[in-house]
């Protein structure tokens, strides 16, 4: 059982350029999310998704989009990357009835 | 929105005992996380409390005050590999989760 999975492990991107950070779990869960952590700010909601076909805004939402076409998967685009999005963002995901959640490795980005 | 309070550093004796506050203000609880996070790592989940009181997982316990916004994360027989961020989370309604910035703890020999 691999649980959640992140590509790539790290990146170094040009600002401007378009990026897709993926995500995909094995266990089912209805519950995604999106997070990225900086020093001294701990972890930030981006986006989450509560089931298949649903996303919502987390605490910092702007700069990124999701989608969730399927239980399994959830990625999340940058669409023009910037400095500022340098960190390390972590896919997370959980089940309705433990709430516990699962988080993947993580992907480390530099905005450049 | 919620403010979420922990310190930032602690350092503590092999085989002490430590104990990690939290504090919080929401506008609507619906329960209390701590996780684990080695450096370079994911964040691996420790306790969950809802309601008021001591949850205990062998060495390490949570504790939980609704009406005072207050939780802790006792370590105890402090290990060298605890060593750790600890990270204190509150949901709010449904699932999501808003975490404080963690306090690093260091277990010196």
């Known amino acids: 059982i691999a649980g959640i999975t992140q590509a790539p492990t790290s990146q170094i991107l040009a600002a401007g350029r378009r990026m897709t950070l993926r995500c995909t779990q094995d266990?089912?869960?209805?519950?995604m999310y999106w997070y990225r952590q900086d020093l001294g700010l701990g972890l930030r909601l981006i986006h989450y998704s509560n089931t298949a076909g649903t996303t919502g805004k987390g605490e910092v939402p702007d700069g990124y989009s999701v989608s969730r076409a399927n239980t399994d998967d959830f990625p999340l685009t940058l669409a023009s990357a910037v400095p500022s999005q340098t960190s390390v963002y972590f896919c997370a995901s959980s089940e309705a009835d433990t709430y516990e959640q699962y988080f993947g490795p993580g992907t480390r980005l530099t905005v450049t | 929105g919620q403010n979420i309070d922990q310190p930032t550093e602690m350092t503590a004796t092999e085989g002490a005992i430590v104990q990690i506050n939290c504090t919080y203000q929401?506008?609507?609880?619906?329960?209390l996380f701590w996780y684990q996070q080695h450096a370079g790592e994911a964040p691996t989940f420790l306790s969950y409390?809802?309601?008021?009181g001591l949850e205990e997982k062998g060495r390490f316990s949570s504790f939980l005050s609704r009406s005072k916004g207050y939780s802790y994360l006792l370590l105890k027989e402090l290990q060298m590999k605890d060593s750790a961020s600890y990270l204190c989370a509150v949901r709010e309604g449904d699932y999501k989760l808003s975490f404080g910035a963690g306090t690093t703890v260091t277990v010196r020999a």
């Open positions: 266990m089912r869960h209805n519950a």
């Open positions: 929401t506008s609507g609880f619906n329960g």
């Open positions: 409390n809802v309601l008021d």
